[in-house]
């Protein structure tokens, strides 16, 4: 029996339960959950996952429902397609406002580029186009369509047909690139290293003169996800969209000589756990929840992230962190083998005090 349920007959539960079932006050906690690694292991959801996630629903003895949201830094597809595909894994409905993946947050700062071109990367073909697009940007662009408009930019790719079928024709010669929007990995490095090259050294135009760093304009470039591995089905992690913004800063800086300034989203960085805190209030039903609890997998994201930002933090042992290989980097409030545990110890936290 899992030690929450220990507790069914405490007087403070039982005066909890009451009080909730007559007058619904705001739940005494909250969750945010990482994905990969955590709830999915690749295309496989975990059981501990469903069974933790039936329990926030009400599947527990005393009917309550615990407000929650899914915080990743995965990403490559709309909200709603990634809502669509996870309400089906679990089998409970995972709504598009529970759901913040690593470029959920640009449609905060879209404003500022609505009108402007911008290159957006990552993802295959132009899925994120669309989702760009979705968010408010009107003039998106990516790699592909370079590419197509000028084979020689990078002669050691020939677009396929299912590439060719998803480009947008344009004359880039003629079109001033604002801003470059890592939305998700890249699936070419070279051809998206190479085209971020030459838009930022020629002040925005593909093909232009490379102009000095002080005479050229400043193109802004924008990272979504920090993470060097995350984890699929493979044995090992696999390297993450951090791992290819660390390929870009060093091909530029051998280049230039300096690394390129850019602003980066994602686990852990502020601006992203200021956007989750926002939602999760909202779900809560007031402007602050008592109490939130980030459980993921990665110290280094979702751990650090968490700790920041005044959370409690539980690293579970399914996914990148491994016990094995030596404590966190970055010390949780709690650990556990896997989400259904952290939710159970969760509860027994808030509502036996």
Sequence with gaps: MHMFFKYVNSAPIKYFVRHYTVHKPLSPLAFAFDIDGVLVRGKHALPAAKRALAILDGNNEFGI?????LLTNGGGVSEAA????????F????KVDQYIQAHTVVQSIVHQYADMPVLVLGGRGDTLRKVAEGYGFKRVYNTLDVLAWNPSVWPFHDLTVE?????????FSKIPIAAIFVFHDPRNWALDI????DVIQSGGIVGGPYVSKCARKPVDLVFCNPDL???????HPRTGQGTFKEAFQAVFKALTGAAY???Q???PTEATYTFAAKILSRHAGGDSVPEVYMVGDNPESDIAGANAAGWKSILVHTGVYNPQHGPPKHKPTHETEDVEQAVLWALEQELRS
């Design 65 to 69: 429902k615990i407000p929650y949201i």
């Design 82 to 89: 990634r809502c669509k595909d996870l309400s089906e894994r």
């Design 91 to 94: 089998g409970i409905q995972i």
């Design 163 to 171: 590439e060719r079928a998803s480009i947008k024709n344009a004359d």
């Design 194 to 197: 190479q085209v971020m090259c």
């Design 229 to 235: 591995v995350w984890r699929s089905d493979f044995e």
């Design 261 to 263: 300034p850019c602003v």
């Design 265 to 267: 989203f994602g686990k």
